[in-house]
Every structure is written in C-alpha cells, then in structure tokens.
C-alpha cells in the first residue's frame, strides 16, 4: 500500500521568509475605532489612518489600511 503525503513542504527563501512575517505582523496588529462629531468612523491600524462615513464600511478599510502597511513594508 503505497500512501501519498497530506501536504508538501516547500523550502522558503529568506525573502519570502521575511515576507512572510512582515504580513503576520501586519495582520496581527489591531485596529483602533474612533467615532468622530460628524458621525464617520476614524480607522487606524498603527499610524496609517481612514475615515469612513458609517460602521458597515469599517472592515472593508481595515483590509485596505493593512495591504497599504504590508505595501509600504517591502
């Protein structure tokens, strides 16, 4: 009976090995909400800030404020 590994393990260059932990580090810091006078949402996700115009749109800038630090990073 011959068995076929669950997974392969492929070897990671020190880049993507780098890479790697920038957007882990990046993914793991959290955002800050701040409810502003005008009713819009202040976004932060450590110094890079969005504003938004209501809580449903709060996720979708997360996303972006993170792929925008992840950016600025490489």
Do not use: W
């Amino acid at each position: 009976m011959t068995t076929t590994p669950l997974y392969t393990v492929n070897a990671m260059t020190p880049r993507d090995r780098l890479n790697s932990l920038i957007e882990s580090a990046a993914s793991s810091v959290q955002p800050t909400l701040e409810n502003l006078s005008d009713g819009c949402v202040r976004v932060c996700i450590g110094e890079t800030c969005g504003t938004v115009s209501s809580h449903h749109l709060v996720e979708p800038k997360v996303n972006q404020l993170k792929a925008l630090t992840f950016k600025t990073r490489q």
